[in-house]
């Protein structure tokens, strides 16, 4: 039981942080038809960018979370001007997008080592304190990640089911010709789906690395595949989608690890329990949990 | 016409990208008034909508609107600003959100209803459609075609439009259906909606519509009182023979 209580624990943590980069992504396919495989190092530049300001420069903790969530929206939206905007306009297709996101990936992976050097870091934030809860060691640092991911999933999930902006981008995911001609301002709509999804991205380096305790450069790479299957198992494109995706798969791979399954699944086989897991419901709902296939008339 | 029209067409050249396929199209659109363009597959219907939203490029001529606050050169404004100049449109295909609800749908409409009440237009709405309100929460892809022709209408609609573009609203629809759209136009256009459309059943169309013009080959060929075209016999024999 107490194992139990912790996997489920630690599947709803993973999952909380898997659920925000998710939408990021999906955020961005959806609007973008962009595979934004640069968001896992992003998610690293983040945390990198708040240990370097709260760690090495004395900033405060939350202020230093501010500033990364801020730079890698800025950095977002300037790639958006730069490299994105002209891309599109010479119509590049899903996978020339794809190829250049693998290439700003790798750039950012380099300009994390050249900046701020080899090694692993960790914030300055107590590691050791945890509480006990009906057996399960819960750490203090995974409380508070969870309490202010599922806050921000919330308003994330408000946001876009209620406001004007949130609303443009389902519709302009949906259907981008009629939202222009619904009056759907789309230039508003990319840098807003970039703003948002820059700020989820760094936000969710951050909780990673709170988590992880100590990280390296690989950090969000080592996360990438894990959150592209969430936003595939959820429907791709589908923000609520990602979300849910987000926490099935945080939840099914920390469970596999249970020892009552055969002893559990190594903990090194995460991704390949995500993956299966991915697999499996294709196969049964191929268009993601979420999807559905309108009606044909 | 004596009046300056609502909505104009002077001479206008349109195509996509190098191709050209209106060759000099003029159209008067009165305020108040239905006007339909019939002609055959091809002839460039849509284009002409296309036109006014730029998705179709033009390259000489002048579309105009008269609105509120005087004479608006429709080339020179985004298409998504359009809405804010009074002017709604309904696309011959996916005129829908189909991944959004029926009530999202109808939201997306009102984005510029500047100074107006959200709630009220939809109640309006749901009241013009008894049939969408009961499902306002469904999907919209999950509609019938003819539930989808009113959602596309009603959509348009949410922005208080001065003039309503429609491009093949009862194309798809079953016969019965289309006598209710017809009667549904002549209803929204008593509302005090002047409407430009194209449509393909062009005797039906014709009937209710105060003018009409017959393009061909991207070009005007010829025009008059809807009810009059409707009944030529010359017309009726090269344009649509069919009943
Ligand atoms: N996006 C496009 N790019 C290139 N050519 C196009 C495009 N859209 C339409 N055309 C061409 O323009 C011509 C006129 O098309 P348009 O859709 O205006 O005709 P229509 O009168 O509406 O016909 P229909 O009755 O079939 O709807 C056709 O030859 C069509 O192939
Ligand atoms: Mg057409």
């Given at each position: 039981m107490a194992d139990f209580i912790q996997l489920l624990f630690n599947g709803l943590v993973t999952g909380s942080i898997?659920?925000?980069?998710?939408?990021?992504?999906?955020l961005v396919y959806g609007v973008l038809k962009l595979v934004n495989f640069a968001a896992g190092d992003f998610l690293t530049l983040g945390a990198f960018v708040t240990?370097?300001?709260s760690v090495d420069q004395h900033v405060p903790f939350v202020l230093a979370i501010l500033v990364a969530m801020a730079t890698i929206a800025g950095i977002s939206v300037i790639l958006e001007f730069t490299i994105w905007r002209g891309l599109r306009k010479s119509k590049a297709g899903t996978l020339s997008l794809f190829l250049v996101a693998t290439g700003v990936s790798l750039i950012v992976r380099q300009l994390i080592l050249i900046i701020f050097g080899v090694g692993s870091r960790k914030f300055d934030i107590d590691q050791v304190k945890t509480f006990e809860f009906l057996g399960a060691q819960i750490a203090q640092a995974q409380l508070v990640v969870l309490v202010f991911a599922s806050a921000t999933i919330l308003g994330l999930g408000l946001l876009i089911a209620k406001s004007p902006i949130g609303k443009g981008m389902r519709a302009f995911s949906d259907n981008p010709s009629l939202a222009s001609v619904a009056g759907v301002n789309v230039d508003r709509i990319?840098?807003?789906?970039?703003?948002i999804s820059g700020l989820l991205t760094g936000l969710a380096g951050v909780f990673q690395g709170m988590v992880q305790g100590s990280f390296e450069s690989t950090m969000g790479w080592m996360l990438l595949l894990p959150i592209?299957?969430?936003v595939v198992l959820g429907t791709i494109g589908d923000a609520y989608g990602a979300l849910l995706g987000g926490f099935v798969l945080g939840l099914v791979m920390e469970l596999s690890t249970w020892s009552i399954f055969f002893g559990g699944v190594p903990s090194s086989y995460k991704p390949v329990v995500a993956f299966s897991?991915?697999?499996l419901v294709l196969l049964v709902k191929p268009e993601g949990l979420l999807g559905y296939k309108a009606r044909s008339i | 016409m004596i009046n300056t029209p609502l909505f104009q067409f002077k001479d206008v050249h349109a195509g996509y990208g190098d191709v050209k396929i209106l060759n000099g199209v003029n159209i008067e659109v009165p305020?108040?008034?239905?006007?339909?363009i019939v002609g055959p597959n091809g002839a460039g219907k849509s284009t002409i909508l296309k036109?006014?939203?730029?998705?179709?490029k033009v390259t000489e001529g002048e579309i105009s609107l008269m609105g509120k606050n005087g004479k608006v050169d429709i080339r020179n404004i985004k298409p998504h600003k359009l809405v804010d100049v009074g002017i709604g449109y309904v696309p011959q295909i996916e005129n829908i959100f189909s991944a959004l609800t029926i009530e999202e749908n109808l939201d997306v409409g009102f984005i510029h209803g500047q100074g107006r009440n959200l709630e009220i237009r939809k109640t309006e709405m749901f009241e013009r459609y008894p049939d969408l309100a009961p499902r306002r929460k469904d999907r919209a892809g999950s509609l019938s075609g003819g539930q989808r022709q009113m959602l596309a209408l009603a959509r348009a609609l949410m922005s208080y439009p001065e003039l309503l573009l429609l491009d093949e609203p009862s194309a798809g629809l079953?016969?019965?259906?289309?006598?209710?759209l017809f009667e549904e136009l002549v209803s929204i256009n008593k509302s005090g909606v002047t409407i430009l459309m194209v449509e393909q059943n062009a005797r039906r169309a014709l009937e209710i519509s105060t003018y009409g013009y017959v393009l061909d080959m991207g070009r005007n060929r010829h025009e008059g009182e809807g009810v009059k075209l409707a009944s030529d016999p010359e017309i009726v024999g090269i344009y649509f023979g069919k009943k």
């Amino acid at each position: 039981m107490a194992d139990f209580i912790q996997l489920l624990f630690n599947g709803l943590v993973t999952g909380s942080i898997l659920a925000i980069a998710a939408v990021g992504v999906s955020l961005v396919y959806g609007v973008l038809k962009l595979v934004n495989f640069a968001a896992g190092d992003f998610l690293t530049l983040g945390a990198f960018v708040t240990v370097f300001l709260s760690v090495d420069q004395h900033v405060p903790f939350v202020l230093a979370i501010l500033v990364a969530m801020a730079t890698i929206a800025g950095i977002s939206v300037i790639l958006e001007f730069t490299i994105w905007r002209g891309l599109r306009k010479s119509k590049a297709g899903t996978l020339s997008l794809f190829l250049v996101a693998t290439g700003v990936s790798l750039i950012v992976r380099q300009l994390i080592l050249i900046i701020f050097g080899v090694g692993s870091r960790k914030f300055d934030i107590d590691q050791v304190k945890t509480f006990e809860f009906l057996g399960a060691q819960i750490a203090q640092a995974q409380l508070v990640v969870l309490v202010f991911a599922s806050a921000t999933i919330l308003g994330l999930g408000l946001l876009i089911a209620k406001s004007p902006i949130g609303k443009g981008m389902r519709a302009f995911s949906d259907n981008p010709s009629l939202a222009s001609v619904a009056g759907v301002n789309v230039d508003r709509i990319i840098l807003a789906t970039w703003l948002i999804s820059g700020l989820l991205t760094g936000l969710a380096g951050v909780f990673q690395g709170m988590v992880q305790g100590s990280f390296e450069s690989t950090m969000g790479w080592m996360l990438l595949l894990p959150i592209f299957a969430a936003v595939v198992l959820g429907t791709i494109g589908d923000a609520y989608g990602a979300l849910l995706g987000g926490f099935v798969l945080g939840l099914v791979m920390e469970l596999s690890t249970w020892s009552i399954f055969f002893g559990g699944v190594p903990s090194s086989y995460k991704p390949v329990v995500a993956f299966s897991t991915l697999a499996l419901v294709l196969l049964v709902k191929p268009e993601g949990l979420l999807g559905y296939k309108a009606r044909s008339i | 016409m004596i009046n300056t029209p609502l909505f104009q067409f002077k001479d206008v050249h349109a195509g996509y990208g190098d191709v050209k396929i209106l060759n000099g199209v003029n159209i008067e659109v009165p305020s108040g008034s239905i006007v339909t363009i019939v002609g055959p597959n091809g002839a460039g219907k849509s284009t002409i909508l296309k036109a006014i939203y730029q998705i179709a490029k033009v390259t000489e001529g002048e579309i105009s609107l008269m609105g509120k606050n005087g004479k608006v050169d429709i080339r020179n404004i985004k298409p998504h600003k359009l809405v804010d100049v009074g002017i709604g449109y309904v696309p011959q295909i996916e005129n829908i959100f189909s991944a959004l609800t029926i009530e999202e749908n109808l939201d997306v409409g009102f984005i510029h209803g500047q100074g107006r009440n959200l709630e009220i237009r939809k109640t309006e709405m749901f009241e013009r459609y008894p049939d969408l309100a009961p499902r306002r929460k469904d999907r919209a892809g999950s509609l019938s075609g003819g539930q989808r022709q009113m959602l596309a209408l009603a959509r348009a609609l949410m922005s208080y439009p001065e003039l309503l573009l429609l491009d093949e609203p009862s194309a798809g629809l079953a016969p019965a259906l289309v006598d209710q759209l017809f009667e549904e136009l002549v209803s929204i256009n008593k509302s005090g909606v002047t409407i430009l459309m194209v449509e393909q059943n062009a005797r039906r169309a014709l009937e209710i519509s105060t003018y009409g013009y017959v393009l061909d080959m991207g070009r005007n060929r010829h025009e008059g009182e809807g009810v009059k075209l409707a009944s030529d016999p010359e017309i009726v024999g090269i344009y649509f023979g069919k009943k």
